[in-house]
Nanobody, 120 residues
Framework: VQLQASGGGLVQPGGSLRLSCAASGSGFVINAMAWYRQAIGKQRELVARITNGGSTNYADSVKGRFTISRDNAKNTVYLQMNSLKPEDTAVYYC???????????????WGQGTEVTVSS
């Protein structure tokens, strides 16, 4: 399973960005998907998570500003980020919990990261 993230970039405070992350490969089922971020000098933190049933949870710092969604048919997760703040600047990573049907095993995959910079 490979995760390909896209959509990062430079945006002014108050602006918006939409991140996408598509999972590809065969012989697996995606369970929960999530976005994490890591700012320079800080630990990686959970931003938002969505189950395959659509239940979501968010970090307190992004509640009301970010929305996570997914398209199960496309094995793709999105993160709509509105009202961006300089403190949202980080590398954003997508994450997926996977179940490989050929070996009946659970696993976890990470995307390559996409950089988000919020600055005027």
């Amino acid at each position: 399973v490979q995760l390909q993230a896209s959509g990062g970039g430079l945006v002014q405070p108050g602006g918006s960005l939409r991140l996408s992350c598509a999972a590809s490969g065969s012989g697996f089922v995606i369970n929960a998907m999530a976005w994490y971020r890591q700012a320079i000098g800080k630990q990686r933190e959970l931003v938002a998570r969505i189950t395959n049933g659509g239940s979501t949870n968010y970090a307190d710092s992004v509640k009301g500003r970010f929305t996570i969604s997914r398209d199960n048919a496309k094995n793709t997760v999105y993160l709509q980020m509105n009202s961006l703040k300089p403190e949202d600047t980080a590398v954003y990573y997508c994450n997926a919990v996977t179940f490989r049907t050929t070996t009946m095993t659970w696993g976890e995959r990470w995307g390559q990261g996409t950089e988000v910079t919020v600055s005027s």
